[in-house]
């Protein structure tokens, strides 16, 4: 759990890295006219940020070879920024890169991948949570061409993507919601309608995680006690308040 934590951290700060990098932020007192003008400029990127300029810093990091464990982060984080930017083309190519690399990874055999291991190759074929966005992202750039049917394909690559979990890979969680949303959406523009209300179904579906009962439980009971003791200091305190006196 811990190292799945410490990838997520590391997925929103890749990200912002990316957009921050074109920003020409300029931290001064008082400021001379170059200053507000740098001040202006950055003040116009938090709104309007530059994301062609994020993506190629992105893509450069995933292109390097000292990154190759991080491979898939930056192929996700760059088909998000085109994404973000309306680059859809842009994001499908990035996109597309990353996914066929994590497929033929998985499909390489044993000594392919040593072979690679032995030349300093170290590739990451993600966490699966990484892989599930990579797939859910190239579904939305899909969509939003009006590609439905390959929509359909990556939503449901995503979908098979969150469907497994760093702490047992072989449990089955049907739980990823955006991704039924959407996959949904998408049988609507295709007419598949009776797909779309199980889809839509399954979004609407919250599912219990493996001993979540036992942790609301304790929780639960752990504020219980902690509300007991809050009204016996609350009691207290107002005996020594009023020296003794009971409340009316």
Known sequence: ????????????????????????????????PDDRLARALAMRHSVDPDYRSAATVLESLQNDPRCKDEYVLYGMCGTVVNVCGGDYRDAERVGKDTYIAVKKYQDASAETRAAWGRESIKFFKGEPHERSMLAWYLGLAAYLRGEYNDARIFFTQSLLAAATRDEDCAQFRDDFQLGHYWLGRT??????????????????CVLAHRGQDRELARLKKQRAGEYRRELKLEAACYRTATKGKQPV
């Open 1 to 32: 759990m811990s190292s799945t934590r410490a990838r997520r951290r590391r997925v929103c700060n890749c990200f912002a890295l990316g957009l921050l990098s074109a920003l020409p932020i300029a931290f001064v007192g008082c400021a001379s």
């Open 187 to 204: 049988y609507q523009h295709l007419g598949q309608l009776d797909n779309a209300r199980v889809a839509f179904e399954k979004a609407g």
